[in-house]
């Protein structure tokens, strides 16, 4: 039941296309859902991140969407660039002021062509 | 200010050495957390502490492995007896008073 699910594994797009990355979790005592990105020998970086009580979250060319009755959200990046090639997880956190940990999604290694 | 720091960035040892892995978070910050990456993984949750406390080890195997966060000084997570399942980067993360978490570059640990 702390499972985040992750997918699709890998992505490739084009230039200006919409990559869209989807999570699925079981545990509805998590309320604080956050997006990392990766690039190879970093750290996860913060991008952007949704609390249930909203449907959707924009932030520059990142969007998140949130399903709560269905229990999924997802990432979408428009205009996609090859800058933006890198690994993307998705986390949830049951309380974000209680300090408890973020499990996270498997991954998804998104590749933007030039 | 800087980010969370974590040394080293790369760590070799050989089977049964054991691996000191440090964690400075960020000013201000007095919550760590270490979490560990295998391999075309996401990342596992191991523990989380606040200054001189565990507060929670769910994710620490119950052997060998170890986390302390002192008044004074960095987070140490320590690995006793280092096997080759133990190869992975580990990260670190800190947040203030439990909120947002910050990752570091982590430390890269290959076992021989």
């Known amino acids: 039941q702390q499972q985040v699910k992750q997918s699709p594994q890998s992505l490739i797009v084009q230039k200006g296309g919409i990559p869209i990355i989807n999570c699925a979790y079981e545990?509805?005592?998590?309320?604080?859902f956050p997006w990392y990105q990766q690039f190879p020998g970093k750290g996860p970086a913060l991008l952007i991140a949704?609390?249930?009580?909203?449907s959707e979250k924009k932030e520059g060319r990142f969007t998140i969407s949130f399903n709560k009755s269905a229990k999924q959200f997802s990432l979408h990046i428009m205009d996609s660039q090859p800058g933006d090639s890198a690994t993307y997880f998705c986390?949830?956190?049951?309380?974000?002021?209680?300090?408890?940990?973020?499990?996270f999604g498997e991954g998804t290694q998104l590749t933007v062509n030039p | 200010n800087a980010g969370v720091m974590q040394n080293p960035r790369h760590l070799v040892r050989r089977r049964g050495q054991e691996a000191r892995l440090r964690c400075s978070p960020m000013?201000?910050?007095?919550?760590v957390y270490w979490y560990r990456q295998l391999p075309e993984e996401g990342l596992k949750f191991m523990v989380y502490?606040?200054?001189?406390?565990?507060?929670?080890e769910s994710g620490m195997p119950k052997e060998r492995f170890s986390a302390e966060f002192p008044k004074e000084g960095p987070s140490i997570l320590r690995i006793q007896q280092v096997v080759r399942g133990d190869s992975a980067a580990y990260f670190c993360a800190s947040s203030p008073q439990g909120g947002i978490q910050y990752f570091g570059a982590g430390t890269r640990l290959s076992v021989l």
């Open positions: 502490l606040q200054k001189e406390n565990i507060i929670d």
């Open positions: 949704i609390r249930p009580d909203v």
């Open positions: 986390a949830a956190r049951r309380k974000e002021t209680s300090g408890s940990r973020l499990t």
């Open positions: 000013k201000g910050h007095s919550h």
């Open positions: 545990n509805t005592a998590f309320d604080y």
